[in-house]
């Protein structure tokens, strides 16, 4: 399940906690009139240059770019243009730029890649600031690489780096030179090139702290322990003052700050917070200022009940002898040990005698066996003109879309229901009596509450009432007329939209591999003799310093508290350092999302079990023994932590038991009188729970007969018919987007139009329906907005939000499973330069390099005018094969061909050793023309980010829609 909070609502959240009586407790989320909200949203950078201010190339000759690439375009707010130096192969290259905006105060820059030839990317950058004239003379403001774009895996065209490049600065300045030291590939560039360039302005008074409380989260109880995913990221001029500190900002009634403890202490960006045993929504604070800025963020937990009594766990429905033998079992295998055994019931320290008590509290209480998991009390569903119901819609026997009501038996043994009942009046208890039927364990029995009363047992069931489209109350009851089983008091109800309990629930946590301090080992080198040897987790350290991270030295005072493990003996000798950081992992499923957390004067290269770099900074392209840093990282910037989102392969490094994070640590010069490397890897861990959540909530996509699908505890205005799969637009042409948007609980406040270029920063536009700007017809609830026009061969990708008087926000696509829906809808701009007689097949991947493992990684599609955004891609076959298998999400499957049925999964071959591409295709047909069952095959001329890729074979994947193709 993934519960949609809306952070500091005017409003009030109800959950469902209890299942097990008639009238569920309600508990109330405190209202934004409760918080101190003045602080937390600090001022946004912008970007101080605009479209005609007076540009001049470094060096200015106009001979060394073309007219159509000159150094005007580099700010010209169109990343299809581009500024081009045919210098800058070989020597430092950029423009200078005087802002119309006048004295500004810079703290940050981005950068976009131009359409083609990555290897003129620039991958360092320096930014130099005058207040005399655009000649100079000029001070240097920063310095530094641009990781994304040097990074292992080609960045893609048209995409503004995601790694922020900010730094400390509070000097105005009226003129500024940015220059690009290097390019990605000398050896192979006949020039630099840059398709835009942003100088990014601070506020008055210095840049606040970025504050990022993390993710909202639901955790079900007893299980009230988690590790908050703070980040606190701090670009100011007085690191030494930054202070931070977690609250609590609201809580369900009578719970107070006293009653949450965070450990080891609310002053660290992550700790871990231990919540009451109290159900309801908790809002905590993350506050941080250096005394003269300051910013916030809050992060909200849902405390949920479960449908199980408390040390149920064998989900019988009852807590019992056969309950206490696992808690049992769990202890003596683990005693007091971490990890994810339910019979750790509170979720704290592993089993012990806590685990104990609880379960004692709870002894043979009882909860349902069956439960009304599901039910539509607005049934809009119908047939197509093919007589084909949408995924989610369900119709009786009658083919009427009849009200209906899911039961589910959520014990591990068999329930029969014969005189049990289902009743829409809490006066009547007694309301339609079910026949002899039974529920094996697990299973669904659709009821339509359609008022028609049929109770043949071998037949559709229909109660002899409906359900209310306002709000109203439904119940399931035993045979004795007066026990109430599980039951709603419900809101009012939507078309197509199911209320439930909102399962599976999918739970995520931040598990902190190597934190900061960490135990560490590190060795100044005095040879070559170790060689990449000391990277290896088997390499056993002799003679090696220790102490805690970080490891540096300072001959004056501003890293010495960040200082564990001294290496002052590297001064004057070598800049080199090894560093070994041994951790350990118990499990390796369902992780995602590693990441590596540096703090560094001045540069590093950084290894995981490997002695494949998994990430680096100012490093040499070949290091020694002895190597320094290629660039300085300044000593402001060095205490802050930079992330590093590692690459999805890197992953396959883990391995269960001891690892370790080897750091080779870089000093500009062995002369330099300060070096520090302290590091931090985290990793995201993805579980089902086994456990049914008894939160309440809408369901926009309805699951009769199957697990429920996430769901929204508020529901905001709903919006329909978003433009899906338009006529591909010619280049430089607007794409008009329009929706239908609708009210829902509260009146509409705005309608917003997201949309990004490739991989490029989102952009948003007010969506319109007064007739105007676009706009057909002023107030038919159809709204409006068009995008403006890309280059041919780009991707544009749009989604639609909409948000009520009360901030309650409705997405569509609503994206509320990352790994098994679409985030988008999107299209490719047409290109008129491709000639095909073969099927033209588009994708998109950010990660290239991710794609070609097994491990793989997202990406969109674009064929046949048809669009499917985050599908996975992944290597199909060995070392010796090259080609892709990609898996499309639930409900947008794939169209291969007009004439058959939609498939989930295709693969896209390579040749092989068949120069003509015709023997793989000619192999199948002769299978089919031999009478036996085969795989569709024919060519595609693919194309990856907007340009040719390769000619690669579609085969159809052997499996259930192969099977039912060839009966």
């Known amino acids: 399940m993934n519960l949609k909070l809306n952070g500091f609502l005017a409003l009030t959240l109800l959950i469902g906690i209890s299942v097990c009586a008639a009238n569920p407790v309600p508990i109330s989320l405190l209202s934004a009139g409760n918080c101190d909200l003045a602080r937390i949203l600090p001022a946004q950078l912008t970007d101080v240059t605009r479209p ?61 890649t131009a359409n083609d030839a990555p290897e003129r990317d620039p991958i360092a950058y320096e930014l130099y600031g005058s207040n005399t004239s655009i000649s ?62 942003e100088l990014l302005g601070g506020p008055e008074g210095g840049w606040p702290p970025e504050v990022n409380a993390g993710t909202d989260q639901v955790m079900i109880l007893p299980n009230s322990t988690l590790q908050l995913d703070g980040t606190v990221t701090y670009y100011g001029s007085h690191p030494e003052l930054l202070t931070i500190e977690w609250s609590l900002a609201s809580a369900p009634s009578g719970v107070t700050f006293d009653d949450v403890r965070f450990e080891p202490n609310a002053a660290s960006e992550d700790p871990k917070v231990i919540l009451p045993q109290v159900p309801g929504v908790y809002s905590l604070r993350l506050y941080a200022t250096d005394g003269t800025t300051e910013a916030e963020d809050t992060v909200q937990i849902a405390l949920a009940e479960s449908v199980y009594p408390t040390g149920d766990l064998n989900h019988d429905c009852i807590v019992n002898l056969a309950d206490l033998l696992l808690l049992t079992s769990g202890w003596t295998s683990n005693p007091g040990g971490t990890g994810s055994n339910p019979a750790d019931l509170n979720g704290q320290d592993g089993i012990n005698l806590s685990d104990f008590s609880l379960m004692a509290a709870n002894w ?8 009304i998991n599901e039910f539509m009390a607005i049934n809009n569903s119908k047939f197509d003109d093919f007589q ?25 043994q068999p329930i029969f229901l014969n005189g049990w009942y289902l009743t829409n009046n809490p006066d009547q208890p007694k309301g339609w009596e079910l026949p002899d039927v039974s529920l094996e364990p697990g299973a669904f029995l659709i009821i339509a509450a359609s008022g028609k009363d049929r109770n043949d047992p071998d037949g559709q069931l229909h109660t002899d009432f409906q359900l209310a489209g306002e709000s109203g109350f439904i119940a399931l009851v035993k045979p004795d007329g007066k026990t109430v089983v599980h039951s709603y008091m419900y809101p009012q109800q939507f078309a197509g939209i199911s209320y439930g309990l ?119 392209s070949s290091p020694t023994w002895y190597s320094g840093s290629t660039n300085s990282h300044a000593d402001s910037l060095a205490v802050n932590f930079v992330d590093y989102p590692l690459a999805d392969d890197t992953l396959a490094n883990l391995r269960v038991g001891k690892n370790v994070l080897a750091i080779h640590g870089l000093n500009r010069q062995s002369g330099n009188g300060d070096m520090l490397i302290s590091p931090r890897l985290t990793v995201q861990q993805t579980t089902i729970s086994s456990t049914l959540s008894a939160v309440t909530g ?50 509409i406040n705005s309608v917003q139009l997201h949309y990004r270029v490739n991989f490029g920063a989102e952009s948003k536009i007010a969506m319109r329906d007064d007739g105007a700007g676009g706009d057909a017809t002023a107030g038919d609830g159809i709204y409006t907005a068009s995008i403006p026009g890309a280059a041919a061969g780009q991707m544009v990708r749009w989604y639609v939000t909409a948000t009520d008087i009360n901030a309650v926000q409705t997405r569509e696509p609503m994206f509320l499973d990352p790994t098994n829906s679409p985030e988008y809808f999107g299209t490719v701009v047409v290109d008129p330069s491709i000639s095909s007689k073969i099927g033209v097949f588009w994708y998109f991947v950010q990660n290239t390099s991710a794609e070609g493992t097994d491990t793989g990684t997202r990406a969109s599609v674009f064929y046949l005018n048809e669009f499917y955004d985050n599908v996975f891609i992944r290597l199909r076959g060995g070392y010796t094969t090259h080609g892709r298998k990609i898996a499309f999400n639930d409900g947008h499957f794939f169209r291969f061909d007009p004439n058959q049925d939609r498939v989930d999964e295709i693969n896209l071959n390579e040749q092989g050793a068949d120069p003509t591409y015709i023997r793989p295709m000619l192999s199948w047909e002769t299978y089919i023309l031999a009478g036996h069952p085969a795989s569709l095959s024919f060519p595609l001329h693919v194309m990856r980010n907007g340009s040719f890729y390769a000619i690669r074979i579609f085969v159809e994947q052997p499996d259930r829609h192969f099977l039912r193709r060839v009966g």
């Open 364 to 371: 043979l209480i009882e909860s349902p066996q069956v439960i």
């Open 136 to 197: 100079g003379p000029y001070t240097l403001i920063a310095s530094g690489e641009i990781t994304d774009f040097k990074q292992a895996s080609v960045w893609p065209r048209f995409t503004m780096n995601t790694t922020p490049i900010r730094f400390s600065n509070s000097t105005s300045y009226l003129h500024y030179q940015v220059m690009f030291p290097t390019v990605r590939n000398p050896g192979s560039a006949n020039s630099m090139q840059i398709g835009e360039v």
């Open 52 to 112: 005609g201010d007076i540009v001049v190339g470094v060096p200015n000759i106009p001979s060394e770019w073309p007219s159509n690439e000159s150094p005007p375009l580099a700010i010209d707010n169109n990343t299809s243009t581009k500024y081009l130096h045919f210098d800058g192969q070989y020597k430092s290259t950029g423009f200078q730029v005087t802002p119309s905006a006048g004295k500004t105060v810079v703290v940050g820059l981005t950068f976009t």
């Open 388 to 412: 084909n119901l949408s995924e989610g819609e369900w119709v009786d026997e009658d083919g009427d879309s009849s009200d209906w009501i899911e039961l589910l038996n959520v014990t591990n």
């Open 698 to 747: 809408f369901m926009p996509q309805p699951t009769p007969n199957d697990n429920n699908a996430s769901g929204l505890a508020n529901l905001g205005p709903t919006i329909r018919n978003v433009t899906e799969n338009p006529t591909p637009p010619a280049a430089a042409t607007a794409l008009p987007i329009t929706a239908e948007i609708a009210s829902t609980m509260s009146p």
């Open 502 to 620: 909102m399962t599976p629930l999918s739970v995520s946590k931040t598990l902190e591999l190597v934190g900061e301090p960490a135990a560490a080992y590190a060795k100044v080198p005095t040879d070559s003799s170790l060689g990449l040897s000391w990277i290896s987790p088997d390499f056993v350290p002799t003679g090696w310093k220790t102490g805690n991270t970080g490891v540096g030295f300072d001959t004056e005072s501003a890293y010495i508290p960040l200082i564990g493990l001294d290496v002052s003996e590297m001064y004057n000798v070598n800049a080199s350092v090894y560093i070994r950081i041994p951790f350990e992992i118990n499990d390796l499923t369902g992780l995602k999302n590693l990441t590596l957390q540096m703090k560094y004067d001045d540069g590093f290269i950084a290894y995981l079990n490997s002695t494949t770099p998994i990430q680096s900074a100012n490093a040499p």
